[in-house]
């Protein structure tokens, strides 16, 4: 499985973006996706992830009640949508997949490229 992260960009604290991870090669929905974010100086971390086929969602409590992740199996696309951005979600974006939630937030099979997310205050 390839993934590919896209979507990120500057925006203004208070803006709203909407990341994409397309996968190409195997069976999408053989794999829950995820979402994780690297800031300049810090390790990365999780952000948020979805199971296979969409039915549980988790996400870091950081970001609940303003980011949310979603997932078309048709397109073989997961989506991060962003909204009230802050300063301190600038980062380095990635997805991520793996068979299972478990495996995902150990060692994930798979790892996009990053887009890099910068709020402005």
């Known amino acids: 499985v390839q993934l590919q992260a896209s979507g990120g960009g500057l925006v203004q604290a208070g803006g709203s973006l909407r990341l994409s991870c397309a996968a190409s090669?195997?069976?999408?929905?053989?794999?829950?996706v995820g979402w994780f974010r690297q800031a300049p100086g810090k390790e990365r971390g999780f952000v948020a992830d979805?199971?296979?086929?969409?039915?549980?969602?988790y996400y870091a409590d950081s970001v609940k009640g303003r980011f949310t992740i979603s997932r078309d199996n048709a397109k073989n696309t997961v989506y991060l949508q962003m909204n009230s951005l802050k300063p301190e979600d600038t980062a380095l974006y990635y997805c991520?997949?793996?068979?299972?939630?478990?495996?995902?937030?150990?060692?994930?099979?798979?790892w996009g490229q990053g887009t890099q997310v910068t709020v402005s205050s």
């Open positions: 090669g195997q069976s999408f929905s053989a794999y829950a």
């Open positions: 979805i199971s296979r086929f969409g039915s549980s969602t």
């Open positions: 991520a997949a793996g068979p299972s939630r478990t495996v995902l937030s150990t060692s994930p099979d798979y």
